[in-house]
C-alpha cells in the first residue's frame, strides 16, 4: 500500500485548509486511516483517525476544528482543518493499517506502532 498526502500550504489563523491522502491497493475500505503531524523540534503527534465502519477519532487539540473522513469510491482519506491557529503548523502524514475490527478507540489509534503503512508529509504552515 502506498499514500500520498497533498494539501498542504500556507494559511492565516483562523483560516481553513483540506488536506488528501490517495492510497494504493484493493483493501481500502477495510483498513483503517489516520492522520498525524510533526511540529519542528518535537515529536509526531495523533491528530485523528478513521476506522473501517466510519467511527471518528480525535486529539483533543483538534476536536471540534478538524474532521476526518473517507472515500472509499477513491481510495482516498481527508482531513478538513477549520480555525487553524499557529501551533497546528506540522508536517501532516497519512497512515493506514488493515482494521481488525476488534481493537479501536482513541487511545489504540493514537499509538504510532500499530499503523503498517506511512505516507510523505505535506506540510501546514499557519501564520499569526
Known amino acids: 500500500v502506498q499514500l500520498q498526502a497533498s494539501g498542504g500550504g500556507l494559511v492565516q489563523a483562523g483560516g481553513s485548509l483540506r488536506l488528501s491522502c490517495a492510497a494504493s491497493?484493493?483493501?481500502?475500505?477495510?483498513?483503517?486511516l489516520g492522520w498525524f503531524r510533526q511540529a519542528p523540534g518535537k515529536g509526531r503527534e495523533f491528530v485523528a483517525a478513521i476506522n473501517w465502519d466510519r467511527h471518528e477519532y480525535y486529539a483533543d487539540s483538534v476536536q471540534d476544528r478538524f474532521t476526518i473522513s473517507r472515500d472509499n469510491a477513491k481510495n482516498t482519506v481527508y482531513l478538513q482543518m477549520s480555525a487553524l491557529r499557529p501551533e497546528d503548523t506540522a508536517i501532516y502524514s497519512c497512515?493506514?493499517?488493515?482494521?481488525?475490527?476488534?481493537?479501536?478507540?482513541?487511545?489504540?489509534?493514537?499509538?504510532?506502532?500499530?499503523?503498517?503503512?506511512w505516507g510523505r508529509g505535506t506540510q501546514v504552515t499557519v501564520s499569526s
Open positions: 497512515a493506514a493499517r488493515q482494521d481488525n475490527k476488534i481493537e479501536s478507540g482513541t487511545y489504540y489509534y493514537s499509538a504510532e506502532f500499530i499503523w503498517e503503512y
Open positions: 491497493g484493493r483493501r481500502f475500505s477495510s483498513f483503517a
